[in-house]
């Protein structure tokens, strides 16, 4: 029961890396961290309004809104026992045999994090190990095999060939793991330069044992390049003063739960989350998990052709060049041109992944264009909107809390705010508020050359009348918020998708993500809000699962059945995570309703508090 009920709650709460994939520079200037006061509550000036709390929750609100208020009950101070961010109870639990050991922040561990950002950055920008010149012209994909009807024997002289379609986390992973099987691997990354794009990615105990298991020495160099999370405090915190002498009452950034983040992973014999930069990844998996010249830039697949009769698979290059192999991986992100062609879906379901390599790529401008954009490609995609807008950066910035709280989230109405350490005295932090699909932030002005901080210091005021609502917030939003530039803070509308496949397509059901050579993965497959930290983590397992059921294919006659039985393996564990994540952001957002009132918001915290052993 303890253990089912901390799944549960750590699906509810436990939110990381937008982002998985929300794309940042590392450094920029740092600006003052105090407090700014806000002159009125007027609107906020950006296209489309927050929306409202939906369902239950809607209902909840109302109800609340009608009752009698009594002010005298919202009075005093907050338990003093909530505004210590490390009890003695949670150091002994950190203190135990085989847990992490706090290296604390100091100028040397920050120098080498950074540093091997900068020489990650620099390979990418060498192309070093990348596909070119006279050996991409030679490549083995280009020329096409005359493989019989019924197709070949796979042999160690003669091996399965795959072609992986985007050079991100999902994609190298796979590629990663079909190559430690003896595979030929060939990776088409749509980036005219592989990084340096993104800030850090959480790479969590689950997804860390699968790269073990396809390769210990990439798992050994992450290990070591990555800033250990779970040598601190995590867990929720209430944005602003809530509640009431019979709910409970709560002072801005008193905390709410602190979860158990390292102990789950002891158990389970599994190492310790870490944070690791997406460049280092890249150069990482790159380096030492493929042969040299293994990812080819400025490629994008556009289309595929099934050759049929186990004769393999001819996949063509948005500039038209052709590549021949036995299987095919759609690694391409959430609007994946191999999903597209896969599923027969519209034209106009494709678009520009703004994730993954890719995604840093992307300036203001751009950014404006493709949220509109965007709406009409999720339409013909089949892809849901989460209901939320995220502001991301990357400060280079020693958080006041950082030797005791390595994540937090800072809960609010119609918006909350989540930080996490990103190594190297910087802070990863996500601002995710609640609003229609589109919207996008004001062109900078000679009046106010800084839009986006604009908005969020309104959003997060913590002083004078507060926020648009007239609420307060707990400093630390603005801390951080203040310590990062316009520039680095990128936005953008949170999509995913359905957690199972809706489709009464007997092929679809029988075989979800792939169909005769060809298969897809990661947000191709399933996309996810970033409330688990899971998006990169499950497609880290997909990868490790294309692998072993490739690996096991002795004739290219079997190439779709180890792939269908890869999607049937998959579809339901990553459904459920999907289906939490989903569940988390509405809950999430409508948490500070339950501070209020009576017995609902004391049961719904003892139950939370019961679950975990701090």
């Known amino acids: 029961m303890k253990l089912a009920s901390r799944y549960l709650i750590s699906a509810v709460v436990a939110l990381s890396s937008c982002a998985h994939d929300a794309s940042v520079s590392a450094f920029s200037p740092t600006q003052s961290s105090s407090c700014i006061r806000r002159s009125s509550s007027t609107s906020l000036g950006?296209?489309?309004?927050?929306?409202?709390?939906?369902?239950?929750?809607?209902?909840?609100?109302?109800?609340?809104?009608?009752?009698?208020?009594?002010?005298?009950?919202?009075?005093?101070?907050?338990?003093?026992?909530?505004?210590?961010?490390?009890?003695?109870?949670?150091?002994?639990?950190?203190?135990?045999?085989g847990a992490p050991t706090r290296e604390a922040e100091n100028e040397e561990r920050t120098h080498r994090i950074r540093s091997r950002f900068e020489e990650a950055a620099a390979d990418a920008m060498e192309l070093k190990n990348m596909l070119i010149g006279e050996a991409d012209a030679e490549a083995w994909w280009r020329k096409p095999r005359d493989t019989p009807e019924g197709g070949r024997p796979v042999t160690k002289d003669d091996p399965l060939t795959v072609l992986v379609a985007g050079g991100g986390l999902a994609g190298l992973?796979?590629?990663?793991?079909?190559?430690?099987k003896g595979m030929k691997v060939a990776i088409f990354e749509q980036a005219s330069s592989y990084a340096p794009y993104?800030?850090?990615i959480q790479i969590q105990s689950n997804a860390l044992r699968a790269i073990q298991r396809i390769s210990p020495e990439c798992f050994e160099e992450l290990?070591?390049?990555?800033?250990?999370?779970?040598?601190?405090?995590?867990?929720?915190?209430?944005?602003?003063?809530k509640g009431n002498k019979l709910a409970g009452l709560y002072d801005a950034g008193d905390w709410l739960v602190r979860f158990d983040t390292v102990g789950p992973a002891l158990e389970a014999g599994l190492p310790a989350t870490v944070v690791v930069d997406r460049p280092v990844i890249q150069q990482i998996l790159v380096k030492h998990g493929l042969p040299e010249g293994t990812v080819r830039i400025k490629s994008r697949v556009q289309t595929f052709e099934d050759l049929g009769d186990g004769r393999g698979v001819c996949a063509t290059l948005e500039d038209g060049t052709k590549a021949y192999a036995d299987v095919l991986i759609g690694a391409d992100g959430i609007w994946s041109q191999v999903r597209k062609t896969m599923h027969g879906l519209d034209d106009g379901a494709g678009g520009f992944a703004a994730s993954g390599a890719a995604g840093g790529a992307i300036d203001d401008a751009e950014a404006r264009k493709l949220a509109r954009d965007t709406i009409k490609v999720a339409a013909k995609a089949d892809r849901r909107y989460s209901g939320f807008t995220c502001y991301a950066a990357l400060a280079p910035h020693r958080a006041s809390n950082i030797e005791?709280?390595?994540?937090?989230?800072?809960?609010?109405?119609?918006?909350?705010?989540?930080?996490?350490?990103?190594?190297?005295?910087?802070?990863q932090w996500f601002a995710l508020i609640r609003e229609p699909a589109g919207g996008v932030d004001p062109e900078p002005t000679p009046e106010d050359p800084t839009p986006k901080l604009t908005r969020l210091r309104k959003e997060f005021a913590c002083s004078g009348d507060g926020d648009p609502d007239g609420n307060v917030w707990d400093d630390f939003a603005l801390e951080l918020i203040n310590a990062s530039s316009e520039d680095d803070i990128k936005r953008r509308d949170l999509y995913d998708g359905a957690p199972l496949l809706a489709t009464v397509d007997p092929q679809r059901l029988l075989s979800p993500w792939a169909k005769g050579p060809v298969a897809i993965c990661g947000d191709a497959s399933h996309p996810m809000m970033p409330n688990l930290g899971q998006g990169g983590c499950q497609a880290t397992e997909d990868g490790y699962r294309l692998g072993e059921e490739l690996g096991a294919v002795s004739h290219t006659r079997d190439i779709p059945g180890a792939l269908g039985k890869y999607s049937r393996v998959r579809v339901i564990r990553t459904a459920i995570v999907q289906g939490f994540a989903q569940l988390g952001s509405d809950l999430l957002v409508d948490f500070d309703l339950m501070m209020t009132i009576p017995l609902l918001g004391p049961f719904f915290l003892t139950m939370t508090q019961l679950s975990m052993p701090w």
């Not at 992973?173 to 430690?180: N, T």
């Not at 800033?227 to 601190?232: C, E, F, M, Q, W």
């Open 46 to 97: 950006v296209t489309g309004q927050q929306a409202e709390s939906k369902g239950p929750a809607a209902f909840l609100r109302e109800l609340k809104t009608n009752l009698p208020q009594f002010d005298f009950l919202a009075e005093g101070q907050g338990n003093p026992n909530n505004k210590v961010d490390m009890p003695d109870h949670v150091r002994a639990v950190l203190s135990q045999p």
């Open 173 to 180: 992973v796979a590629a990663a793991a079909c190559h430690a």
């Open 198 to 200: 993104g800030g850090p």
């Open 223 to 241: 290990v070591a390049a990555g800033t250990v999370t779970a040598d601190r405090v995590s867990g929720l915190k209430i944005g602003y003063r």
């Open 404 to 427: 005791d709280v390595s994540y937090q989230i800072l809960l609010g109405e119609k918006k909350y705010f989540v930080s996490t350490d990103g190594g190297g005295e910087r802070q």
